[in-house]
């Protein structure tokens, strides 16, 4: 569910270095950064879109995206952990989801829009075993920001639509949370899988030639990801 | 919860910000320029697009248009609908700068006529109660004028451009210049000159204009069609042909039969949108509305109509009289001096009794109480008619003209200005097309009238849909007196309500100017496509 970008991941990983430099020294690593596959699936649920020329059913769905995972955890206390998720900002596409034609324009399945999602969540996590175990099992519990930036409607979508259109879709703000598992080979290297679920909700409002439609969108995204870990 | 923070979380939110501030998509563009004929939003909105088959499939869907579907023929393309606003001029003396709307249907599809380079029809709609009306928007059921222009023209292959008219839809004009010969016609320049603009930058681009341009419109329409022909021939621009339908073109003759008892249906909505319009542009038509409309009605009539109240509502609630537009009490004349045309007035005044006039029945339902224009006014008007005398009525002069003297009663002197019987005649190819019991707008003093006036100008041809079927529109003719009569057998089915052969027969009457409508439109086209 987090994304980011390439700029931004560049920018952890100058983060954590420097952040690593400023640790304070102990037996156990205080720091640790994870690097792995993000998938996401939605199980979006949106109401029928809303304004003038709009026939009744015409709805929205999110296609699932895989992308790059980036964590940084910071050991808190011996069962408390602290992790900033986030992942390389993919290509979200919003499909048609309704009649199969708007007049004569296809609609159902049709690619309408696309938008990246900058989409971190703060997690305070806890493990369960002492930690000189090598499995960890974890829950967590957090805040997912979202920001939708580079919202485009494609050409299906602006002739869906009935000309350009222009996509407003509010940053959402919403509780998330994790179970997870790590398997710890040494002092420094580990991997972990976890799933993780967050609430996004937003209201998307499309502006064709001054004509407003608009719809909210419960994204409900969930996600597994799997990483590996290098602690410091 | 983090306890780091120093120069690389610092750097980490920069970044992210700069993550954040990514380009969306845009709207079309709204015009900087409020000049008149200006494209105000571009590219234009697609309300919908349609292919042949499926356009063919919602006209079957229902009997109405099931029916139109007969008389236009199935369709050959598809057509796209956009909704076209553009920047045009009110009716007042000093014209306000208002945004108006309509349509632009483009033909879409692989069939030969429906790409590349295709003719334009100008087309002007008939009288609209409703200020929402937008002929653009063909998801509308009520649009049944937009449906036939549709099916009529832009499914076979013609660009459609139709306005909606100031004062209705997005105008926030607050009246409408009904029959203002300028205003109307200098809309209908100003929307075509804003969809030449629009339409290469439509989904339909593949369609573009041959520079063909054909004019017409039903009703009011068809007089803003034939107003809009003389503008822009007097202007030297360009146009094809025209095809004016059961217009009403010869406006002091038609509103002097109207004070002299010939009521037609329609006159109580006619009557106010007229005398509105008149009191924007010229500003001397009342002083107070009440020098006009009896007082049951004049307190607010000036901003009712178009409403987005239903007229059927607007009748029920009272605040216009459905078909009573003068007192049954008519006027006793008395002209100092001149006994013989006072009697000879009262006389015209009275309410009509002829047995002979199939018409009487109809105009005598415009006598009663409550009634929508007063006696003063109806006397003024009438003594003005009856010093400087129209040439058509109430008997036709050879040349049919204009009152000889311009009128003095102000709203008879309006009509006059808006006449479109001055000192010009068609000289592209020019179709008049009615139905000659039209009861709504009668036939004789406006087509028959122009034919006169006409009489002898090569380009001008006349249709009467209701005459023995012969000549190049046969077919229209035929077709339209079938239709009439299978109208007929239809009120007297139990499907069409088991009417009496009398209740059947005042149907048709009704129903009688929307019937000539396609007929005449198919009229229309098949006199365009001869150029």
Same mark, same amino acid.
């Given at each position: 569910?987090?994304?980011?970008?390439?700029? +931004?991941?560049?920018?952890?990983?100058?983060?954590?270095?420097?952040?690593?430099?400023?640790?304070?020294?102990?037996?156990?690593?205080?720091?640790?950064?994870?690097?792995?596959?993000?998938?996401?699936?939605?199980?979006?649920?949106?109401?029928?879109?809303?304004?003038?020329?709009?026939?009744?059913?015409?709805?929205?769905?999110?296609?699932?995206?895989?992308?790059?995972?980036?964590?940084?955890?910071?050991?808190?206390?011996?069962?408390?952990?602290?992790?900033?998720?986030?992942?390389?900002?993919?290509?979200?596409?919003?499909?048609?989801?309704?009649?199969?034609?708007?007049?004569?324009?296809?609609?159902?399945?049709?690619?309408?829009?696309?938008?990246?999602?900058?989409?971190?969540?703060?997690?305070?996590?806890?493990?369960?075993?002492?930690?000189?175990?090598?499995?960890?099992?974890?829950?967590?519990?957090?805040?997912?920001?979202?920001?939708?930036?580079?919202?485009?409607?494609? +050409?299906?979508?602006?002739?869906?639509?009935?000309?350009?259109?222009?996509?407003?879709?509010?940053?959402?703000?919403?509780?998330?949370?994790?179970?997870?598992?790590?398997?710890?080979?040494?002092?420094?290297?580990?991997?972990? +899988?976890?799933?993780?679920?967050?609430?996004?909700?937003?209201?998307?409002? +499309?502006?064709?030639?001054?004509?407003?439609?608009?719809?909210?969108?419960?994204?409900?995204?969930?996600?597994?990801?799997?990483?590996?870990?290098?602690?410091? | 919860?983090?306890?780091?923070?120093?120069?690389?979380?610092?750097?980490?939110?920069?970044?992210?910000? $700069?993550?954040?501030?990514?380009?969306?998509?845009?709207?079309?563009?709204?015009?900087?320029?409020?000049?008149?004929?200006?494209?105000?939003?571009?590219?234009?909105?697609?309300?919908?697009?349609?292919?042949? !088959?499926?356009?063919?499939?919602?006209?079957?869907?229902?009997?109405?248009? !099931?029916?139109?579907?007969?008389?236009?023929?199935?369709?050959?393309?598809?057509?796209?609908?956009?909704?076209?606003?553009?920047? @045009?001029?009110?009716?007042?003396?000093?014209?306000?700068?208002?945004?108006?709307?309509?349509?632009?249907?483009?033909?879409?599809?692989?069939?030969?006529?429906?790409?590349?380079?295709?003719?334009?029809?100008?087309?002007?709609?008939?009288?609209?109660?409703?200020?929402?009306?937008?002929?653009?928007?063909?998801?509308?059921?009520?649009?049944?004028?937009?449906?036939?222009?549709?099916?009529?023209?832009?499914?076979?292959?013609?660009?459609?451009?139709?306005?909606?008219?100031?004062?209705?839809?997005?105008?926030?004009?607050?009246?409408?210049?009904?029959?203002?010969?300028?205003?109307?016609?200098?809309?209908?320049?100003?929307?075509?000159?804003?969809?030449?603009?629009?339409?290469?930058?439509?989904?339909?681009?593949?369609?573009?204009?041959?520079?063909?341009?054909?004019?017409?419109?039903?009703?009011?329409?068809?007089?803003?069609?034939?107003?809009?022909?003389?503008?822009?021939?007097?202007?030297?621009?360009?146009?094809?042909?025209?095809?004016?339908?059961?217009?009403?073109?010869?406006?002091?003759?038609?509103?002097?039969?109207?004070?002299?008892?010939?009521?037609?249906?329609?006159?109580?909505?006619?009557?106010?949108?007229?005398?509105?319009?008149?009191?924007?542009?010229?500003?001397?038509?009342? @002083?107070?509305?009440?020098?006009?409309?009896?007082?049951?009605?004049?307190?607010?009539?000036?901003?009712?109509?178009?409403?987005? @109240?239903?007229?059927?509502?607007?009748?029920?609630?009272?605040?216009?009289?459905?078909?009573?537009?003068?007192?049954?009490?008519?006027?006793?004349?008395?002209?100092?001096?001149?006994?013989?045309?006072?009697?000879?007035?009262?006389?015209?005044?009275?309410?009509?009794?002829?047995?002979?006039?199939?018409?009487?029945?109809?105009?005598?339902?415009?006598?009663?109480?409550?009634?929508?224009?007063?006696?003063?006014?109806?006397?003024?008007?009438?003594?003005?008619?009856?010093?400087?005398?129209?040439?058509?009525?109430?008997?036709?002069?050879?040349?049919?003209?204009?009152?000889?003297?311009?009128?003095?009663?102000?709203?008879?002197?309006?009509?006059?200005?808006?006449?479109?019987?001055?000192?010009?005649?068609?000289?592209?190819?020019?179709?008049?097309?009615?139905?000659?019991?039209?009861?709504?707008?009668?036939?004789?003093?406006?087509? $028959?009238?122009?034919?006169?006036?006409?009489?002898?100008?090569?380009?001008?041809?006349?249709?009467?849909?209701?005459?023995?079927?012969?000549?190049?529109?046969?077919?229209?003719?035929?077709?339209?007196?079938?239709?009439?009569?299978?109208?007929?057998?239809?009120?007297?089915?139990?499907?069409?309500?088991?009417?009496?052969?009398?209740?059947?027969?005042?149907?048709?009457?009704?129903?009688?100017?929307?019937?000539?409508?396609?007929?005449?439109?198919?009229?229309?086209?098949?006199?365009?496509?001869?150029?």
């Amino acid at each position: 569910m987090t994304k980011f970008n390439l700029r +931004a991941l560049l920018a952890l990983s100058a983060a954590g270095l420097l952040c690593g430099v400023s640790a304070r020294a102990d037996d156990v690593p205080s720091n640790d950064v994870r690097i792995g596959l993000y998938s996401v699936f939605y199980h979006a649920s949106a109401d029928d879109l809303a304004g003038p020329y709009v026939p009744a059913g015409v709805n929205l769905k999110a296609d699932n995206v895989e992308t790059l995972y980036v964590g940084y955890i910071r050991r808190l206390t011996s069962h408390f952990d602290a992790e900033l998720a986030m992942g390389y900002p993919p290509l979200t596409k919003t499909e048609g989801k309704g009649p199969a034609t708007l007049g004569s324009v296809p609609y159902n399945g049709q690619v309408i829009a696309t938008a990246r999602w900058f989409s971190p969540t703060v997690l305070l996590e806890y493990r369960f075993l002492p930690e000189s175990s090598a499995w960890q099992p974890f829950i967590g519990v957090g805040v997912n920001y979202t920001n939708f930036y580079d919202r485009d409607s494609t +050409a299906a979508g602006n002739a869906a639509s009935g000309g350009p259109t222009k996509l407003t879709l509010p940053s959402s703000v919403g509780p998330a949370g994790t179970v997870g598992l790590s398997y710890k080979f040494n002092e420094r290297w580990a991997v972990h +899988a976890s799933y993780g679920i967050a609430r996004v909700n937003t209201k998307l409002t +499309a502006d064709t030639d001054g004509l407003i439609r608009t719809t909210g969108i419960r994204f409900g995204p969930q996600s597994l990801i799997v990483s590996a870990g290098y602690s410091f | 919860m983090f306890k780091f923070i120093g120069l690389g979380c610092v750097v980490l939110g920069a970044a992210l910000l $700069g993550a954040c501030g990514g380009q969306s998509s845009t709207t079309g563009t709204a015009a900087a320029s409020t000049a008149h004929g200006t494209l105000a939003e571009s590219p234009p909105f697609r309300i919908a697009s349609l292919s042949a !088959a499926a356009f063919g499939a919602e006209l079957s869907a229902n009997a109405t248009s !099931a029916g139109l579907l007969q008389i236009t023929g199935a369709p050959i393309c598809g057509v796209d609908f956009y909704y076209l606003k553009f920047w @045009t001029q009110g009716g007042a003396a000093v014209p306000e700068v208002t945004e108006s709307s309509g349509a632009l249907m483009v033909p879409t599809g692989a069939a030969p006529a429906c790409s590349g380079a295709r003719p334009i029809v100008l087309f002007a709609h008939g009288t609209q109660t409703d200020k929402t009306a937008n002929m653009a928007d063909i998801t509308n059921p009520s649009n049944t004028e937009g449906v036939l222009v549709a099916a009529m023209f832009a499914a076979q292959g013609y660009i459609v451009v139709a306005p909606n008219y100031a004062g209705y839809d997005i105008s926030t004009l607050g009246y409408h210049p009904f029959l203002n010969a300028v205003q109307q016609s200098g809309e209908m320049i100003d929307a075509l000159a804003a969809a030449r603009t629009a339409l290469p930058g439509t989904f339909a681009s593949a369609t573009t204009d041959s520079g063909q341009l054909f004019i017409t419109g039903y009703s009011q329409g068809g007089y803003v069609a034939i107003a809009t022909l003389r503008a822009m021939q007097a202007a030297g621009l360009p146009v094809t042909a025209a095809a004016g339908l059961s217009g009403p073109y010869a406006l002091e003759a038609f509103g002097d039969g109207l004070v002299f008892g010939a009521v037609d249906i329609g006159a109580t909505v006619f009557a106010p949108l007229l005398t509105t319009s008149y009191q924007k542009a010229y500003g001397n038509i009342y @002083t107070a509305t009440t020098d006009v409309y009896s007082t049951t009605y004049a307190a607010g009539i000036d901003t009712l109509l178009p409403s987005s @109240t239903p007229i059927d509502t607007i009748f029920a609630t009272g605040l216009l009289p459905e078909q009573v537009v003068f007192d049954s009490t008519t006027p006793t004349v008395t002209i100092p001096g001149n006994a013989l045309l006072s009697a000879e007035l009262t006389a015209a005044l009275a309410v009509p009794s002829s047995t002979t006039n199939p018409f009487t029945p109809l105009f005598d339902a415009g006598f009663g109480m409550p009634y929508l224009l007063n006696n003063s006014f109806r006397l003024a008007y009438a003594l003005d008619a009856a010093q400087n005398p129209d040439g058509a009525v109430p008997t036709p002069t050879a040349g049919v003209p204009l009152a000889a003297v311009a009128p003095t009663q102000t709203f008879r002197l309006a009509l006059y200005k808006n006449d479109l019987r001055t000192a010009w005649a068609p000289k592209v190819p020019t179709l008049l097309c009615g139905g000659d019991q039209d009861p709504t707008v009668f036939y004789s003093v406006n087509t $028959g009238t122009m034919q006169a006036f006409w009489a002898g100008v090569p380009t001008v041809a006349v249709l009467d849909v209701n005459a023995t079927p012969a000549g190049p529109f046969a077919s229209a003719q035929a077709g339209f007196q079938q239709y009439q009569a299978e109208q007929l057998a239809y009120y007297e089915s139990a499907a069409g309500g088991s009417l009496t052969p009398l209740q059947a027969e005042e149907q048709l009457v009704a129903n009688y100017h929307a019937n000539v409508a396609p007929f005449c439109a198919v009229a229309a086209r098949g006199f365009f496509s001869q150029f």
